[in-house]
């Protein structure tokens, strides 16, 4: 049995291939994409097809899973352009290289149980460029980091939208989110000798999350702050 962390050059980002199992039909998950969409062209396609060419020649790369580990961009960048370009092909007719089994991904929207749709928008682009100095709209201020995490909302919504376009079950086996509860077992099996322990996180802090955000960000949104909210989304 193997159990191998492949770390990819993904400039600035984090980029992992998982190989486990047996030696010769070794199994694979992809953790994380990188920053950048021509990451993925230049370093995370060619590796993959590499594999693909020893393993799975006639047919898709089975990956077992792809992760994501947080929203950041220098991590989901380069999936969703993996992902865009599956959608690509499809559209073309062209077979595709990678059948990815399902997406793990705890999107920001999913963990705050938020349908702010057009609140989020607005302060996505305000602060699309992740990290400046201009505070943002209304009650929303936010260090440098903050911004980025901003920032990355839209990031996650487009790569769930993708996973929906291809088919790929997110968080599988879980219903809902990865995480903690007092009724499943910590321990998720995936065979050949891997075994995930979920550690975080947990079904309660979440709750007590969803309700910090319901009360404190949701019960601050006046018309007004509303109406800056969307006036500064208009203007970026």
Do not use: C
Request: charged fraction near 25%; avoid cysteine; proline fraction near 5%.
């Amino acid at each position: 049995m193997i159990f191998t962390l492949e770390a990819l050059k993904a400039a600035n980002g984090d980029s992992l291939i998982l190989h486990y199992g047996e030696p010769a039909h070794p199994r694979f998950i992809l953790i994380d994409g990188g920053p950048t969409k021509s990451g993925y062209r230049e370093v995370i396609l060619p590796r993959l097809t590499e594999i693909k060419g020893r393993f799975s020649q006639d047919v898709p790369l089975p990956l077992e899973m792809m992760m994501v580990s947080h929203i950041d961009d220098d991590h989901i960048d380069g999936l969703l352009a993996l992902t865009a370009d599956m959608l690509d092909r499809a559209q073309d007719g062209d077979e595709a290289p990678f059948a990815i089994r399902t997406l793990w991904f705890n999107s920001f929207d999913d963990l705050l149980d938020n349908d702010d749709e057009e609140v989020f928008s607005a302060l996505t682009a305000k602060v699309r460029a992740a990290g400046v100095d201009a505070p943002l709209p209304g009650f929303a201020q936010a260090d440098r980091y903050g911004a980025a995490v901003i920032a990355s909302v839209g990031q996650g919504r487009r790569l769930r939208a993708d996973a929906a376009g291809l088919d790929i079950p997110i968080n599988a086996p879980f219903r809902g989110l990865v995480m903690v509860t007092d009724a499943a077992d910590r321990r998720v099996d995936y065979g050949d000798g891997l075994q995930f322990t979920i550690v975080a996180p947990d079904e309660k802090r979440i709750r007590a999350l969803q309700k910090k955000w319901t009360d404190e960000v949701r019960a601050s949104l006046s018309e007004e702050t509303l109406a800056e909210v969307a006036s500064a989304g208009g203007q970026s």
